[in-house]
Structure formats: C-alpha cells, structure tokens
C-alpha cells in the first residue's frame, strides 16, 4: 500500500515563501505523475502543478505560474513545491497526489490513485 504524507505548511505573509514536501512510503515505484491540488474553504480542490516520472515535464495552473515550482527527487520518494510571491488567494489546504504507472502529467483529479492528508497554508495580508 502507498502513503503520501505532505508537510511544510503553515502561516506566512502575503509575499513570502514556503515549500512543501510529499514523502511517498510503502511501494517503491518512480513511474508515477506527482501533483498537487488545493482546497480553498466552500470550493472545490482545484489542480495547482503536476510533474512527470522524470522530472523534467511540469505542468502549472494559470495562478500559480511564475510564482510556484514542482520538483522531485526520486532517490528521496519526494515531490516539493516551492511557493513563492505567496498571496492572501493561495491560501487553502493543500494535498499532493499521485498517478500510479503513468510517465505522463495528469491535471484531472479523477486520475490520481493515491491522495496525502493535506497540509494547511494560509497567508495574511
């Protein structure tokens, strides 16, 4: 069975930086699409950034280009994301997820197999 536990979240001005990290354990598998999606408070979980087995394909939401970046690191199990030029509208609670078996990015919810417990991010003005 895979877990995906995020951390990194918490509370940061508007402008500030935070990088979150997803931690996959159980099966071992580098073939998978990691992303990341939030989750404002009465809205839906909107796609935020994905990224390939390689690394080297990345995929971002209008909002967050430029200013939020995915990455991996394979030999650690882990997907990051680099936050930047936080603003007051990112804030949400934000869940990695991955696509297992895939080579390709996915930026459909429908299509991630496994999902982490969230990490909150909430950024004042």
């Known amino acids: 069975q895979v877990q995906l536990v995020e951390s990194g979240g918490g509370l940061v001005q508007a402008g500030g930086s935070l990088r979150l990290s997803c931690v996959r354990s159980?099966?071992?598998?580098?073939?998978?699409?990691g992303g990341w999606f939030r989750q404002a408070p009465g809205k839906e979980r909107d796609f935020v950034a994905a990224i390939d087995w390689s690394g080297a394909g990345t995929y971002y939401a209008d909002s967050v280009k430029g200013r939020f970046t995915i990455s991996r690191d394979n030999a650690k199990n882990t997907v990051y994301l680099q936050m930047n030029s936080l603003k007051p509208e990112d804030t949400a609670v934000y869940y990695c997820?991955?696509?297992?078996?895939?080579?390709?990015?996915?930026?459909?919810?429908?299509?991630?197999?496994?999902w982490g417990q969230g990490t909150q991010v909430t950024v004042s003005s």
């Open positions: 159980g099966r071992t598998f580098n073939s998978y699409c």
């Open positions: 997820a991955q696509v297992e078996g895939s080579l390709y990015i996915h930026r459909d919810k429908d299509d991630y197999d496994y």
